[in-house]
């Protein structure tokens, strides 16, 4: 299995509080992806990256924020929480500059805003 | 804008069937297609990724085939097994040379196979 952490695992927050979702690789791949996955919408795009400080935004990037400072690295931030960023926050990494290389997901955080 | 569609939502097989699931997409202008398997609480494991010049791909009991020119793709199991029961989706890739920022997925199928 590919060595992605993420973490927390699961949060619970009140809206308007900010939040910060880490994921944290071994593998030293390149290229790292947050999405969203909620019931009936599949796994949306919120924000990738291509290499350290190189960030850009997904289809549902609104309300998020990114950053990462080292290749192994990747932070979500949801500057001010709402009830409808609650939802399961999955990681994903893949190495090459090709489309033909496969994801490798982490295990994913369950965050509830209240 | 691609869509992506997996029908059923849910399926029930007895042990030992061979069985299909289906994806299809509206825009066959694609560069690859993927199969990811989904446990419950877990993350999504890549089982097989098609190119757009490939017609199929295998890995043991799975075969994935792809129609490009259709907009579909089917994931046949051979032999289920209980351990196959999971939810499976399909993911098409159509935007980019570089990378996987471009992946529309599927809402997924779920799967039961009954002992």
Known sequence: ??????????????????????CHQTENHRYMYWYRQDPGHGL????????????DKGEVSDGYSVSRSKTEDFLLTLESATSSQTSVYFCAINGQATTNEKLFFGSGTQLSVL | ??????????????????????????????????????????GLTSLLLIQSSQREQTSGRLNASLDKSSGRST???????????????????DGSNFGNEKLTFGTGTRLTIIP
């Open chain 1, 1 to 22: 299995d590919a060595g992605i952490t993420q973490s927390p695992r699961h949060k619970v927050t009140e809206t308007g509080t900010p939040v910060t979702l880490r």
């Open chain 1, 44 to 55: 949306r795009l919120i924000h990738y990256s291509y290499g350290v400080k190189d960030t």
């Open chain 2, 1 to 42: 804008k691609q869509e992506v569609t997996q029908i059923p939502a849910a399926l029930s097989v007895p042990e030992g069937e061979n069985l299909v699931l289906n994806c299809s997409f509206t825009d066959s202008a694609i560069y690859n297609l993927q199969w990811f398997r989904q446990d419950p609480g877990k």
């Open chain 2, 75 to 93: 994931l046949y199991i051979a032999a289920s097994q209980p351990g196959d029961s999971a939810t499976y989706l399909c993911a098409v890739n």
